[in-house]
């Protein structure tokens, strides 16, 4: 089974800060996506990352970053956090035209 | 079972009853679906996907349905269960591999007893 890890739970973080979300997938899968999950928002594309270096914006990048040095690790960087970032974030991958593989995402509280 | 449009958030049924999630979809162009289920503090999984080849997919216990000519999508649970209940996600693939899926807002499925 396809494992895909996100390093933390839970994260409590203050505005402005700088905050790292790390996340590793075992699959080999070129491709790795982060998303948020809101309510009544649903789940929405941030950023993603088709190879090693590559990355491409979703439908919300304001206020992200990633980064793609290995292939099996794509972190997000919120580089100065902010309260309406509180959110739930979920690491995905795949490969091809199959189903994404999420992890069990990491819940940030930014006050 | 009872089938729900997108706009209404939470289905409830009773156990053993059969479930059917509906779902909208919006792109034409997109060419793979797929059902996700997230029980509460966990991420999404897989349930089941259909290419836009097929009108029907089963798997043990769940079926899918396409309807490519009313972009319409729905997911049917026979026999439902306690473990079943958990927010249902469709997804629809409108580019290739390498692009993420477009989620639907989801629909809470609640088991009465």
């Known amino acids: 089974d396809v494992k895909v890890t996100q390093s933390s739970r839970y994260l409590v973080k203050r505005t402005g800060e700088k905050v790292f979300l790390e ?8 491709n790795m996506f982060w998303y948020r999950q809101d309510p009544g928002l649903g789940l929405r ?7 090693v270096k590559m990355k491409e914006k979703g439908d919300i990048p304001e206020g992200y970053s990633v980064s793609r040095e290995k292939k099996e690790r794509f972190s997000l960087i919120l580089e100065s956090a902010s309260t ?4 739930m974030y979920l690491c995905a991958s795949r490969t091809q035209v199959r189903p994404l593989h999420f992890g069990n995402g990491t819940r940030l509280t930014v006050t | 079972g009872e089938s729900v449009g997108l706009h209404l958030p939470t289905l409830s049924v009773q156990e053993g009853d059969n479930s059917i999630i509906n779902c909208a979809y ?15 503090g966990k991420g999404p999984q897989f349930i089941i996907d259909i290419r836009s080849n097929m009108d029907k997919r089963q798997g043990q216990r ?16 026979a026999a439902t269960q ?5 927010v249902y996600f469709c997804a629809e693939n ?18 009465q007893p």
């Open chain 2, 26 to 40: 919006s792109n034409s162009a997109s060419d793979y679906f797929i059902w996700y289920k997230q029980e509460s």
């Open chain 1, 45 to 51: 594309l941030i950023y993603f990352s088709y190879d």
């Open chain 1, 23 to 30: 996340c590793v997938q075992d699959m080999d899968h070129e």
């Open chain 1, 84 to 87: 309406n970032q509180t959110s």
């Open chain 2, 82 to 86: 306690p473990g079943d209940s958990a």
């Open chain 2, 62 to 77: 769940v079926t899918v349905l396409l309807n490519k000519t009313v972009k319409h999508l729905s997911l049917q649970i």
């Open chain 2, 94 to 111: 409108p580019g290739g591999g390498a692009d993420g899926l477009t989620f639907g807002k989801g629909t809470h499925l609640i088991i």
